[in-house]
């Protein structure tokens, strides 16, 4: 690890706490344009479950309020709330591809936003622990300013067998050691789907601090992000926490 990488996690509380958490459970509000791709009751209001040395997360209620979906290693599921198979998809990122792409331009099914949140819960709930692997590569990029203010970047490489939004990353934290912003482009929407992730709100849950407010916009030329639309909207209420 490096020394950036070192603050951070010890400004979220500390590389030790963070090793000692099994799972947590998320609870917050979803909205913004992404939000509109999504069926049934469209998570308006989430409870999720992510593990964390696993590439796990349960999305209670969703897409009805009487299933679950649960994301797995690339797979995805719908069930019942008592364990009954409603439907699944094995390799579910492969379902965006191809010939599949072109009604996902129009519209997802249950599985592919299970997929989508899926994974994009587990990374950002995971963080920065998830930064802290041995398969992860972290570098530091130098300075950043921003309205006014200097962040820190860390530049961060994933390998393949981690389900993420794309292979290369950048993370943001200022002088404090908090997470800022992260930028990524969600290839399963497209080549083009370039993302600035902005993190405010800070809170600290079972000795482990989290933003608890989240704003995705489009990230436009010289990594500048743009005011409109809003692509996710991510309101955390509070986060239990499993030792």
Not at 54 to 61: H, I
Not at 136 to 165: D, M, N, Y
Not at 178 to 186: E, S
Request: charged residues 25%; aromatic residues 10%; positive net charge.
């Amino acid at each position: 690890m490096n020394g950036l990488l070192d603050d951070v996690l010890a400004t979220h509380g500390g590389l030790e706490r963070w090793r000692a958490v099994t799972a947590l459970t998320v609870h917050a509000t979803f909205g913004g344009l992404l939000r509109t791709r999504f069926p049934g009751n469209r998570m308006t209001n989430v409870t999720a479950r992510v593990r964390m040395a696993d590439q796990l997360t349960v999305l209670y209620g969703f897409p009805r309020d009487d299933l679950q979906a649960i994301f797995e290693h690339g797979d995805v599921r719908i069930e019942t709330s008592d364990g009954r198979l409603v439907a699944a998809r094995s390799n579910a990122r492969n379902a965006f591809t191809g010939v599949g792409a072109v009604r996902r331009a129009v519209r997802w099914d249950g599985l592919d936003a299970a997929y989508f949140a899926g994974y994009a819960f587990w990374n950002y709930f995971s963080t920065p622990l998830l930064l802290a692997r041995d398969d992860i590569k972290v570098i530091e990029a130098g300075a950043w300013q921003e309205a006014g203010k200097r962040w820190h970047r860390l530049e961060v490489s994933f390998p393949g067998h981690l389900h993420t939004h794309s292979p290369r990353q950048t993370f943001y934290v200022d002088d404090d050691g908090l997470l800022r912003r992260h930028d990524y482009t969600a290839q399963p929407v497209g080549p083009w789907a370039r993302a600035a992730h902005y993190c405010d709100h800070h809170r600290q849950f079972g000795g482990l601090v989290f933003p608890t407010r989240r704003r995705v916009r489009p990230r436009g030329r010289r990594n500048r992000s743009l005011p409109a639309p809003t692509l996710v909207a991510l309101d955390i209420d509070y986060i239990d926490i499993e030792n």
